[in-house]
Structures are given as C-alpha cells and as structure tokens.
C-alpha cells in the first residue's frame, strides 16, 4: 500500500527548502528515471530489500538503509522477492543544491544498515503536517531536521566503514606473506564476505584480493631490488607459493617479469 502526500505549494516556495512530496511505499516498485528526479529525494528502508542502480554502480537497499539521491541524476531500482518497504521524502529550495553541497552530500549517498528510528520519527511528524493547510514552515523545520539526521547517519555510516576497510588493510599489510583466505580478512574487518568485498570495492576502487595482490608485488619488488634472493624464494616471502603463477601475476601488473624487474631495477 502506498500512502503519499503532495502539498500544495504556494508561498513555501521562497524558503531556501521545502517539502514537495512525502511518503511510505509497500511493496515498493519497479522505478526507472531515465532523467533522475526534479527532486531532492531522501529515502530509508523500512523492510524488506531492494536495489538501486545509478552511475554505474549497485546499492542494496535492506531494512535501517538510508539513501541520498540528488536531482537529475538517472536512477533504477527495484525489489527483491517482491518485498521491499520504503519510506521516502523529495524536497526542493532555489539555493538547496549548493547547501546540499556545504552540508557534505555529494551525488548518490547510501549508509550502511543503521539505527533509522529518529529518521522515521522525524519522518512521522513530517508526514502528519504535510496534509494540513498552513503548516509549510513546520514541514520546512522538520524537513531541516530530518536532512540534518541523514547527513549524521551517512557521516557515522563512512566512518564506520574506513574503520573496518582500516582494519582490514592493517590485516593484509600485516600478513601478506601468509596464505590469507578472504574470510579471514573480512572478519579481521568484522564483517561478512558479501558486504566487506562491496564496501572494500566501493571505498577503494579495488576488491581486497587485488589489494593484497598489490601488497605482495610492492614487498616482492623491494626483495628483487634489494637482495639476492632466488625468484622461488622471493615468490614465498611475500605469499605466492607457485613461482609460474607468481612471475605470471608480476608480470601482470608491472610488465615485467620479476628477473627482468630485478634487472632494471639495478
């Protein structure tokens, strides 16, 4: 059931941010914008899961989710086995993009899974004066608010995640030279596989694999330039214990093999 309300707009349009439309969605549905929305739009999940799809990346969407979409900007998303429960705000101002901007939102913004109860308090006084005639600066103030608590949300959502890709760095950095599993790092980080290798992907443009990869090759190239050691031996210093697969990997990423490497670096 979708229950909305749109105000009518008269003189709210003069303050520097004001509510154009509020409202809970359950089931969600199937929503392409080829053209993204006119709207500032800030929405959370309340239940259930979905996806949004925007600038050419993936975003779950699962229950204490919140999201920032900024106007203009193309946008699918969709529910997944059907269930997927929102509650979302849009809202316009003349001067809301660069106040958006000062405040720290920046294009699409989506939390981890977080405490949303006074965002959906928030969002109830909000939705209770949208329908009454003359309350636009109250829906003004509240929706004020309500920015305020996402921006807090997203704030402590980021912080929370360079901590655990942090943690995770410190554990590949650490112990490169063992034969690390993927779910020993994203435990080190202290969550699980799926969502450590989405965030890690998301926060560093890399998988934590490719990470560790690059963590090696940086250790091997100091042993080739600075030792004498055998490639075999190097190969086993910094984690590989195939030397073909090793010298394959090094020659991937430096374009070189690692004898070749050795001799140019001298």
């Known amino acids: 059931m979708t229950r909305s309300v749109y105000p009518v707009l008269g003189t709210e349009i003069n303050l520097p941010f004001y509510l154009t439309g509020i409202g809970t969605t359950d089931p969600e549905y199937h929503i392409i914008r080829t053209e993204g929305l006119t709207s500032h739009q800030i929405m959370f999940t309340a239940g259930g899961s979905g996806v949004l799809i925007a600038e050419g990346k993936i975003y779950p969407q699962t229950a204490g989710v919140c999201t920032f979409i900024p106007p203009a900007v193309p946008h699918e998303y969709y529910p997944e086995n059907g269930n997927w429960q929102t509650s979302w705000v849009v809202f316009r101002g003349s001067s809301l993009p660069q106040i958006m901007r000062k405040m720290g939102f920046s294009g699409i913004m989506s939390s981890k899974q977080v405490n949303t109860n006074e965002l959906a308090h928030i969002f109830s006084a909000m939705f209770t004066l949208a329908g009454e005639y003359g309350k636009a ?84 190239k100091a042993l080739l330039r600075d030792t004498d050691l055998p490639v075999s031996e190097v190969a086993g210093a910094v984690g590989f214990t195939d030397r073909s697969y090793f010298t394959s990997v090094f020659r991937k990423y430096e374009g070189f093999s690692p004898s070749e490497y050795r001799k140019t670096s001298r």
């Open 137 to 220: 600066e109250k829906c003004s103030e509240l929706l004020y608010s309500y920015i305020l608590e996402a921006k807090r949300l997203f704030s402590d959502s980021a912080a929370a995640a360079n901590d655990h890709i942090g943690k995770a760095a410190s554990f590949m950095e650490s112990g490169y030279a063992r034969d690390l599993t993927l779910s020993e790092i994203a435990a080190a980080a202290g969550l699980s596989e799926q969502h450590f290798c989405r965030v890690f992907k998301r926060d560093t443009g890399m998988t934590p694999i490719e990470f560790l990869i690059k963590k090696r090759i940086a250790e091997a």
